[in-house]
């Protein structure tokens, strides 16, 4: 892999250990100002990033911004609108017919998942991913053949794997939500979505044909509209693996650009990572967060520090609910007059927009799938030496890991605000009061990438 490169728009600047992460207003340390911090006597002076666009350290890696490149905004469309001919894609339609309903859609995206690892000589190991699942929502409560398409793309490491999906499976739920005879379009619920992660798996599979320092996981689920079937199926299954799941993300309605009132976005893109605040969801959603800073500047990230949409849900859910890093990617702006209705066409998705929605996924994905894992028993101890002042954080070494950085928030900020490098140590004194800010650790690799970050003091979950 070639050595990442500095992102361009980031001033990053040393002082001794310290990397000084602002993006827009580099401020120098001993200012009071709301939003600095002074730095204290005799040691390196510190200063804070503004409170948005922090790229919180991370840098480009030429081979994913290749990656970037190579998504195409027509194939995303060809795919989509082959999903859209099959006229339902209800988990409970036919499964016999060539030419229409669920069957004939998974078949479809298993051979063109098929086709891609053929082109890469056998890279994508393609599978269906079935399971008999009652419909507990229904009346009459039926079992169901709930079949998701999975693409695996092994990693050097295939004991962790990074899950980026989409569902499949459409209805006109606010008509009747197992009405699944009549047209379901699902052009962009989920049509764009899927066809955006079928897109990945192309272009991951060109341009990493032997995989990633991890595996990453195409996945296109089905049921999702009758209650997350096929999502949680598949979390219990890589869970009872034993799996270890780097983070999985869900693309979902993510091609209109159009509100009902008239109101047009197509340059920002919603990230949903759930509570706790130092959990491993909200950890991710900084994480893609960054990314969008460092690789797809222009095209906004706006964090939602929430699971999801008020009263709706996701693929991400029953992961997060397992408690891995979950996040969904949602449109900025959506047109509930066209959403699990007959209206959800082709016509209305904007497949430039979904390509750089797609983009911002092949970032997030490429560089957490090239990470090292994060360093596991993070804890912190307040020092005696200092009186309490200061606090010893410690960590297991992770494997592959050469490296270790130190994150520091106040707890208002919605991101780090500091990145120290500590080297390749176990254990660092942190000068911070952790009484009034948050830590993490992460781990760095020989090629530069960076983990998720692990905050102390742990995350209090509630109880499962
Ligand atoms: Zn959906």
Redesign the pocket.
């Known amino acids: 892999m070639q050595a990442l490169e500095p992102v361009a728009t980031m001033q990053l600047s040393r002082s001794f250990t310290v990397l000084i992460i602002s993006i827009n207003t580099l401020v120098a340390g001993c200012q009071t100002t709301s939003g600095v911090r002074t730095a204290l006597e005799g040691e390196p002076s510190r200063s804070v990033a503004s409170l948005t666009g922090a790229s919180i350290g991370m840098q480009r890696d030429p081979a994913i911004t290749a990656v970037l490149r190579e998504i195409s905004a027509g194939r995303i469309r060809d795919t989509d609108s082959i999903l859209v001919s099959f006229g339902t894609r209800h988990t409970m339609s036919d499964t016999l017919s060539a030419t229409r309903g669920i069957g004939a859609a998974r078949r479809f995206l298993h051979a063109r998942l098929a086709g891609y690892s053929r082109e890469c000589g056998g890279c994508l190991r393609v599978e269906y991913d079935p399971a008999m699942i009652e419909v507990t929502r229904h009346p009459q409560r039926p079992m169901v053949n709930v079949v998701n398409v999975l693409a695996w793309l092994p990693g050097r490491d295939t004991s962790r794997v990074t899950v980026i999906g989409g ?1 499949y499976d459409s209805c006109i739920c606010s008509v009747d939500r197992f009405d699944f005879t009549s047209d379901a379009p699902g052009a962009d ?2 049509g764009s979505g899927t066809a955006a992660v079928v897109e990945l798996a192309r272009v991951f599979s060109l341009r990493f044909p032997r995989g990633l320092e991890s595996s990453v996981l195409f996945a296109l689920y089905s049921g ?2 009758l209650g997350l079937l096929g999502s949680t199926h598949l979390a219990a299954r890589l869970h009872a693996a034993p799996f270890r799941i780097t983070a999985a993300m869900t693309d ?2 993510i091609g209109n650009v159009v509100a009902d009132d008239g109101r047009v976005d197509s340059m920002s893109v919603r990230i949903f990572g759930a509570d706790p605040d130092n959990g491993p969801s909200r950890e991710l959603a900084r994480y893609a967060w960054a990314m969008g800073i460092t690789y797809t500047p222009g095209f906004t990230v706006f964090p939602v520090f929430r699971l999801d949409r008020v009263g709706r849900g ?1 693929d991400h859910s029953p992961f997060v609910t397992l408690r891995d890093p979950g996040l969904r990617f949602t449109e900025r702006l959506e047109n509930y007059k066209r959403q699990h209705l007959p209206t959800d066409r082709l016509a209305d998705v904007n497949f430039e927009y979904v390509a750089k929605v797609a983009r911002l996924n092949a970032a997030t994905v490429g560089a957490m799938a090239s990470a090292p894992p994060p360093p596991d028993s993070v804890v912190a101890r307040r020092d005696q030496a200092s009186g309490g002042q200061k606090w010893m954080m410690t960590w297991k070494a992770a494997p592959g890991a050469t490296g270790y950085e130190i994150l520091v928030r106040r707890t208002t900020s919605p991101t780090y605000e500091t990145v120290t490098s500590v080297g390749n140590v176990t254990s660092y004194l942190l000068s911070d009061q952790l009484d009034d800010v948050w830590a993490a650790v992460r781990s760095v690799g020989a090629n530069g990438h960076r983990s998720i970050t692990v905050a102390v003091p742990p995350p209090a979950f509630p109880p499962r």
Do not use: A, L, S, T
């Open positions: 569902h619920d989920d999702e509209e979902d309605i996701g």
